[in-house]
């Protein structure tokens, strides 16, 4: 797999080196909601070092001319970056009975992952059935934690949520990702007004740790409240592919609203201004 220096260059690499910005894993997951083939095969090859993984969202690659849905994965694997079928369509199956189908595409496909959910169903899930039946077909799993019109989450939610969720990570899923749709209004950590609830997100955190949960961001709003309240370490999904890099200047504080907060601010650690820079 092409490494983060092989891909950003030695010039680049040099210089945020010396700007004191740290040199960071992907910790972002951009979803591809039907771009075209063109368009995706053009953000693998300037940003695919900065994906966590690839996410194919709702049910577009299914309905796509198939030759080109085939084409996106293997780009995308060719780019080293793994990929992951969004949770709406495992839910329809679940719901129609044909999980087994289901699961036997996304592997003919080539998927790496797919999301399970019950983000717009009630059909009960067994976790370790589930996680079993992926296994078998060489995918991994990760489960979405919340309700697509459950409206934001309440503190009784969270204390739900967070044994749903030490259910499924038991079970054998690699993550939990913690829905807010594409809107992060009146839905899961925002409230109508969009506005982000801290506390309730610290729960999720300290519950799994930011190594297994990645919040979905799906705006610029959602993206720099979790980024400025958790800092670079945060993971982040539901980001467009056109809005991966804006997210990763704001993670490495080179974003004109990141670079005055502490937690994003580059720290370099040997400054050397030019004379007329200091005022010399």
């Not at 010039?11 to 894993?25: E, F, K, S, W």
């Amino acid at each position: 797999m092409t490494t983060v220096h092989d891909r950003r260059g030695a010039a680049t690499a040099a210089y945020l080196r010396d700007l004191g910005v740290p040199t960071l894993p992907p910790r972002t997951s951009p979803f591809d909601p039907g771009y075209d083939l063109g368009t995706l095969q053009g953000h693998l090859e300037q940003s695919a070092h900065l994906m966590a993984i690839l996410k194919l969202s709702m049910a577009c690659w299914m309905v796509a001319t198939e030759a080109v849905s085939r084409a996106k994965l293997a780009a995308a694997r060719r780019g080293g970056v793994a990929t992951v079928a969004g949770g709406g369509p495992f839910e329809v199956a679940v719901a129609q009975d044909r999980l087994p189908a289901y699961l036997d595409l996304c592997a003919s496909m080539g998927f790496d992952r797919i999301e399970c959910g019950q983000g717009f169903t009630e059909v009960s899930l067994d976790p370790p059935a589930v996680v079993a039946m992926a296994h078998q077909r060489g995918l991994e799993v990760q489960f979405e934690l919340g309700s697509k019109h459950g409206g934001p989450f309440t503190g009784e939610a969270v204390a739900a949520l967070v044994t749903t969720g030490r259910r499924w990570l038991d079970a054998g899923a690699r993550e939990l990702v913690i829905e807010a749709r594409e809107s992060a209004r009146g839905v899961g950590l925002f409230d109508e007004g969009g506005r982000f609830d801290p506390r309730l997100a610290d729960r999720l955190a300290d519950a799994f740790g930011l190594d297994l949960v990645a919040f979905e961001a799906p705006t610029k709003p959602s993206q720099f409240a979790l980024l400025d309240h958790f800092g670079p370490a945060v993971r982040l999904c539901n980001v467009r592919l056109e809005e991966l890099l804006r997210v990763e200047i704001y993670r490495r504080g080179l974003h004109s609203d990141a670079f005055g907060k502490a937690s994003l601010r580059p720290a370099p650690t040997a400054p050397a201004l030019h004379p007329a820079v200091r005022g010399g």
